[in-house]
């Protein structure tokens, strides 16, 4: 399963590669993926943690 993962990342970083040779596409995509990283660290610490 891992290896599948990390040959999808592959394929799709191979990819979207050219599209962001310019900057314009370069700053979209650096404030996209902050925004996921934002929103999952969120939902990260709206968690609670099981009672043990």
Known sequence: ?????VAISALLGSRIG????SGKAMQ??????GSLMLLSSQGLSAMRRPDS
């Open 1 to 5: 399963m891992e290896v599948l993962a």
């Open 18 to 21: 050219k599209y962001l040779r």
């Open 28 to 33: 979209w995509f650096n404030r996209a993926s």
